[in-house]
């Protein structure tokens, strides 16, 4: 199975949207409800922003949305702020107790 | 609260094996997948397998498939990985997460992996 596909990088504005891609197949992304996105800064644990496509955890600002449309999911950040960049990894349910993540995508806040 | 404790940062050699924990607290440890993520320098993270806790049983992704074993240990609610025949692209930040399906929503620090002769 390969990873998920990412763009490498996406940068913003502050106050600005960005939305960053995760493309599967229909056996992963496609197939399931199970998609997540996780936010990393350097030297630390991820940490989740988004489950089951377009749920946050309590904690999470509603600035994050996630949604998909056949075999691409999205992570939509609003009102962006320096403290969003970071790297942002896509994480999908591929069948039989398996999980693939993205390439992961560098967010830069210009 | 939560949390996910992993043990200390290991150097092996090549050949050699691994065993990283992750000690769970905060909530009932039976009750939730834990799963093991890996991430090598400068890389994105990669999905390595989980444990049922409650059970015991396993699931490995297909590339680690023969050089992994995760077991659990109730009484303790911990978590083990361990990885064999260690080669110097094993070299990596292993963390533990709990969840499953709807995403890992607690992850441990990380344990730092150092295969090198």
């Known amino acids: 199975q390969s990873a998920l596909t990412q763009p490498r990088s996406v940068s913003g504005s502050p106050g600005q949207s960005v939305t960053i891609s995760c493309t599967g197949t229909?056996?992963?992304?496609?197939?399931?409800?199970?998609v997540s996105w996780y936010q990393q800064y350097p030297g630390k644990a991820p940490k989740l922003m988004i489950y089951?496509?377009?749920e946050r955890p309590s904690g999470v600002p509603d600035r994050f949305s996630g949604s998909k449309s056949g075999n691409t999911a999205s992570l939509t950040i609003s009102g962006l702020q320096t403290e969003d960049e970071a790297d942002y990894y896509c994480?999908?349910?591929?069948?039989?107790?398996?999980?693939?993540f993205g390439g992961g995508t560098k967010l830069t806040v210009l | 609260q939560v949390q996910l404790v992993q043990s200390g940062a290991e150097v092996k050699k090549p050949g050699a094996s691994v065993k990283v924990s992750c000690k769970a607290s905060?909530?009932?440890?039976?009750?939730?997948?834990m799963l093991w993520v890996r991430q090598a320098p400068g890389q994105g993270l990669e999905y390595m397998g989980l444990?049922?806790?409650?059970?015991?049983?396993?699931s490995l992704a297909q590339q680690f498939q023969g050089r992994v074993t995760m077991t659990r240990d109730t009484s303790t609610s911990t978590v083990y990985m361990d990885l064999s025949s260690l080669r110097s692209d094993d070299t990596a930040v292993y963390f533990c997460?709990?969840?499953?399906?709807?995403?890992?929503?607690?992850w441990g620090q990380g344990t730092t992996v150092t295969v090198s002769s």
């Open positions: 089951d496509v377009s």
């Open positions: 994480c999908s349910y591929a069948g039989s107790y398996s999980w693939l």
């Open positions: 444990i049922n806790p409650s059970g015991g049983g396993t």
């Open positions: 997460g709990r969840g499953g399906g709807s995403g890992m929503d607690v």
């Open positions: 905060g909530y009932t440890f039976t009750s939730y997948y």
């Open positions: 229909s056996s992963d992304v496609g197939g399931y409800k199970y």
